[in-house]
């Protein structure tokens, strides 16, 4: 029996990884839950899952009995390193998901890891918390799970290239000079996954296929080079390797996240899901399409991040995730997003990342030059 606890239970993926539990009663027991401002659901899932460790950002306002309820960072923290822990859900949504990572991880535990702004900022302190540890770092990001199993089937350096899958997003087909005025609720609406308002909005500006060739590269160690991306709309395709000899694997299913969240807890078994099966024949045609790299240079500037390494990564993710919030404010428009994350990038002076307060410094520096682009915009 494992002991699990869902870090973000409240969110899209959290929400999937208590269904993932409750599928198996008998190797997934559900030892703590975290959230951070919805308190209401947060509450109702306490007293429907009754799990032993609750932690929220702030007290709340109701009592809760047989759940020890703690609040706080530190909190949060202790539960990813909590002795009783076996297996995290890394289900929290922006770069607030890093410290609880680096603890899970110090405290060799096994982290089914689903936020992918951590891994774009934490690099090098990931890698070294993997090293120093026995923690062990399974995706469930559905493109890097797929990678991840296809990787299975080769040496790494038999490996010829990493090949992530990109929807393209609600607008692919649209013309540029369109995008312009998209609202939020346009933005939110993505063709084949449901998924939390932050990566649904990354979806659709590329900003996520952006950061997942980051994650990718993080997590396999493979320079970008060896990373390309291509636009499949159906979203069947998850991910694919290409090896030497000229096979290529690739990873096919349902669109349900329930199964990569799972095979990261149950790796190196497989059991049956709750997921769908896929009946290939029910689909009509699966297409591929190389990304315009003028039409969303979110991608583009994901690569030159990578290249030049540093700060530029944390910058690129700190520069989307304030966008995001003034987008869904209505105080900066669409194509605005990737601006401000280019803005950012141009005036930022690169330097070394060495610890974590290095990290959260550039992290907050690229929320300042956003405000900052933001204001001069309006101004004009
Ligand atoms: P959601 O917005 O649906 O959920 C985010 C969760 O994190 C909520 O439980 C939220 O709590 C909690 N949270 C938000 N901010 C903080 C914070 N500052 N400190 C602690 N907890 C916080 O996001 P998703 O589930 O969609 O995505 C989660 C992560 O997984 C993201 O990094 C995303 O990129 C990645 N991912 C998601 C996929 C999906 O299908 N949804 C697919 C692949 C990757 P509360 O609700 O109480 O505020
Ligand atoms: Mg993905």
Known sequence: ?????????TGSIGRQALDVVRTHPDLFSLYGISAHSSEAPFLAQIEAERPKVAVFSRPLSTDVSGTDVRWGDQALYDLAADPQVDVVVLAISGIAALTPLLSALKAGKRVAIANKESLVCGGDLVKKALEVGEGELLPVDSEQSALFQCLENGRRDEVEKLILTASGGPFFRRPREELKNITPEQALKHPTWSMGRKISLDSATLMNKGLEVMEASRLFDFPGEQIEVLIHPQSVVHSMVAYRDGTVMANLSTADM????????????RMPSPAAPLKLWERPELTFFKPDMARFPALQMAYDCLKAGGGCPVVYNGANERAAELFF??????????ESVSFALDRFRNRPMRDLEDILAADGEARRLVDEFQKTRRSK
Do not use: C, D, N
């Open 258 to 269: 329930r199964l990569p969240i799972q095979y990261a807890m149950t790796w190196p078994r």
């Open 1 to 9: 029996m494992k002991h699990v606890a869902i870090l973000g239970s």
């Open 329 to 338: 404010a209505g105080a900066l428009g669409f194509l605005e997003i990737e």
